[in-house]
């Protein structure tokens, strides 16, 4: 690896830095010693020139003493020793008879240290960088190892051309103002990365699984292409990793090399690897140390079998299946010691797995460092091990896990050192803060709204308490939302999640096909929301919700069916929710395995209007199709949902609380354009879609990445929808056409994950469809909100 160009520029400058004189005249360079003449012992030692060191203090520091001998080595080794403390600028030692004169000029005290011109570094960053602080004594040295500090930190935001000089502003008392005056500089960017010695796999393939890319005009959005030793390091954990899953065993970097172009303006990024063969596993044995755990009981845990290619990321899953086997029998220190054995000649391997009890240690102590703003109890509540707990690495890798889950930190290192006995560690939580406020504008086109535009500020960390307020507005064509919420995800310093919303929305109800029954429907109100975690994959939420529904702005009779102008008005509803969650994907903002189930029951008639009981039942089921494309991106996303509502105490379920199909959850269809139907009556336009009392629903989603840079965000999806939609109460002078049929409707589409928000486009056809049913085969959705 090539040094930072930061440290080479600190080296270069350091000499002249010493030996030249200083801002307003100050001399930087060391003071030659008079010759002093042997012979005779030193009576008296007179310091002069001090004004804010004691004397006592600087005659403790030279080597030569009140008795000793005039001895012109020991004299010079004082000077040494009195210039090596930092603390004078210059020091002159001479012979005064018996006594010895020490003359010295103090080194300034810094009174306050500024940044000017600095942009792509932060005062915040560099303060914490530098070890020039306000009372501190100032010294050229410490300047210049500060300017290399801030020029290191430019290196890693890619700006090698930076510039940073240290000023020096002279004040009273010997007193100074120390003043880095800085150049940011262009970014410097990644023109080119190649690979040299890969027989087996293209220059793309692997310019794909490194996350440094070549610079490009639609990654300006991005840092990715800015040149980052750190992230070069990253990229070879990411080669090892990509060789390793794919049976090359024997993979080495040669070299990970940075020059720059002749220009300076960009870097040529060049790694040199070995390959080596791709391996077969010869044989996979798994040895038990453990009582109670038989090798045929844990050989099992592992999905690695003989006559298979090697894969990494397969022999970790199998080593931590057996580390988790162990833990849950009770097996805290247990230990999987992994043995990989390679025949060249044969290409294949021998994989051993020797699972041991390992030696009992156990948590002294856990100390939190770097938390500026987060309280110490929000990070601790997040750990999975306490003080006095026995050390458990899968229990320390998910409570790092747990705090990236948080979103407050750009960084979270747990690491360990040693206790006050053999049998005890301490556990070092170290995290940086970043900003968790969120300013968000956009806008967009929705298939249901309109064009929009979206707005939102939101604060996750409030005062570093972990409470997450928001206020959120959607403005559109055909609607409006305004919502202010609060969250406390742990209420009351306890596993409890409460919070509450106030909201307003309205919607103009409309159809596609262009009849002209539309009306507008509001609801203002408010909810309050707690919830308990029962553990890390199940748990339970309760909401008590009031609110003023209105319909509203219906045309006249002859254009609007019956059912509308029946529930022309204003309503109240008091309702209870309960939602059981269990949650078993791999990630929750981008699953790609794993089963998700949330059970719903709505209860209303605590009060209000409405009286019924509504059920929602909703699953999502995610198989990963790696193994069979060879890349992470392919996906399969089985769900379905399912729906009840249930009329009480005589009460007749009006359109605000029936359930509605198509749009999103059947696409091929527009917005409510599926389910019973009033027909027209003749010579108007009186009919229309008004929802159901039982729906289901069902889909089979495809994801895939498509033939452009993964740095665009975008990827292809196709699908296939089914559901029906039925049991609307039939009126009296309406037609009703109420069917249980169901529909079905296929497609594809594309995601685009911008800076803005998720924008989905698909194009689906209606495969099932029946009289009645509106059509819609081009949608667009507009963030995760549609």
Request: glycine share 10%; charged share 15%.
């Amino acid at each position: 690896m090539l040094k930072p160009r930061s440290v080479l520029l600190a080296s270069v400058c350091l000499l002249p830095a010493l030996i030249a004189p200083g801002p307003h005249g100050v001399a930087y360079a060391q003071q030659a010693p008079a010759a002093i003449p042997a012979g005779g012992v030193v009576q008296a030692i007179n310091v002069s020139g001090n004004h804010r060191i004691d004397s006592s203090t600087i005659t403790a520091y030279m080597v030569v003493q009140v008795g000793d001998p005039f001895d012109p080595q020991r004299i010079n080794d004082s000077l040494k020793t009195l210039y090596a403390t930092g603390l004078f600028k210059t020091v002159n030692i001479t012979r005064n008879g018996n006594t010895l004169d020490v003359n010295v000029v103090e080194n300034p005290t810094v009174d306050q240290v500024l940044f000017s011109g600095n942009k792509a570094v932060t005062e915040k960053d560099a303060q914490a960088a530098i070890s020039l602080k306000p009372r501190s004594v100032f010294t050229p040295q410490a300047a210049e190892a500060d300017r290399g500090a801030i020029l290191a930190l430019y290196a890693k935001k890619g700006h090698y051309n930076a510039t940073v000089t240290p000023k020096i502003i002279e004040l009273p008392d010997n007193r100074v103002n120390v003043v880095f005056n800085c150049t940011d500089g262009g970014a410097t960017s990644i023109s080119r990365i190649s690979f040299i010695g890969n027989d087996h796999f293209s220059q793309g393939t692997l310019r794909d699984v490194v996350s440094s890319r070549e610079s490009a005009w639609w990654r300006f959005l991005s840092s990715a292409d800015q040149y980052n030793s750190d992230r070069v390091q990253y990229d070879e954990y990411l080669l090892h990793k990509f060789y390793l899953h794919k049976g090359y065993a024997d993979f080495q970097i040669l070299s990970a090399n940075a020059n720059l172009s002749p220009d300076g303006k960009s870097f040529y990024l060049t790694y040199d690897v070995s390959e080596g063969p791709r391996y077969k596993v010869a044989s996979v044995t798994v040895t038990s140390g453990i009582n109670n755990l038989t090798d045929k009981e844990l050989r099992g845990l592992v999905p690695i079998s003989a006559g298979d290619w090697f894969d990494g990321d397969a022999l970790q899953e199998g080593i931590d299946a057996l580390n988790k086997r162990a833990l849950d029998l009770g097996y805290a220190f247990a230990q999987v010691n992994p043995d990989v054995e390679t025949d060249p000649k044969s290409k294949t391997l021998t994989i051993k797995l020797n699972v041991v009890n390992g030696p009992r240690v156990y948590i002294q102590r856990i100390d939190i460092t770097g938390n500026t703003r987060t309280e110490d109890k929000v990070i601790r509540r997040e750990l999975t091990v306490a003080e006095g707990d026995a050390y458990n690495q899968s229990k320390i890798d998910a409570s790092t896990q747990h705090l990236k889950n948080l979103g407050f930190f750009k960084d979270e290192n747990i690491t360990t050192s040693a206790g006050s006995t053999p049998q005890q560690v301490v556990l070092n939580t170290h995290v940086t803060e970043q900003a968790t406020g969120q300013f968000s504008l956009g806008g967009g086109y929705s298939s249901s709204l309109g064009a929009l535009l979206n707005t939102g500020l939101s604060q996750n960390n409030f005062l570093g308490t972990g409470i997450n307020a928001s206020i959120n507005a959607l403005l559109a064509q055909r609607g409006t939302q305004i919502n202010i919420g609060v969250t406390d995800p742990y209420f009351l310093d306890r596993n409890l999640i409460a919070g509450f919303d106030i909201f307003r929305t309205v919607t103009n109800s409309y159809t596609s096909s262009g009849q002209s029954y539309s009306y507008s429907e509001s609801n203002i109100g408010a909810d309050l929301r707690a919830g308990y975690r029962f553990n890390d994959h199940v748990r339970q939420s309760f909401t008590y919700t009031i609110s003023q529904r209105d319909i509203y702005n219906i045309p006249a009779a002859s254009s609007t069916n019956i059912y509308i102008l029946n529930e022309k008005g204003v309503s109240t509803l008091s309702q209870v929710s309960q939602t059981l969650s269990f949650d078993y994907v791999d990630d929750d903002q981008n699953p790609t395995s794993g089963l998700l189930l949330n059970l719903t029951t709505d209860f209303a008639g605590a009060g209000g209007d409405a009286k019924y009981i509504r059920l929602s039942p909703d699953v999502s089921y995610y198989i990963p199709l790696e193994h069979v494309f060879g890349s992470k991106a392919w996906v399969m996303k089985l769900s379905a949902t399912g729906g009840d509502l249930i009329d009480v105490a005589g009460y007749h379920d009006k359109i605000e609380d029936r359930f509605f199909l198509g749009g999103d959850n059947l696409r091929g269809f527009a917005d409510g354009g599926v389910g019973p139907y009033v027909v027209p009556q003749a010579g108007s336009n009186s009919g229309g879609q008004i929802g159901g009392r039982y729906l289901w629903t069902t889909s089979a989603e495809m994801h895939f990445p498509l033939p452009v840079s993964p740095d665009l965000g975008i990827s292809g999806f196709a699908f296939v929808d089914a559901g029906s939609l039925w049991g609307a109460r039939p009126l009296n002078g309406s037609a009703l056409i109420d069917s249980t049929a169901p529909r079905v409707g296929a497609g594809v589409g594309v995601s685009w994950n911008t800076p803005f928000g998720l924008i989905n486009l698909s194009l689906a056809q209606p495969v099932v469809k029946h009289r009645g049913d509106q059509v819609q085969q081009f949608r667009v959705s507009f963030g995760t909100q549609f």
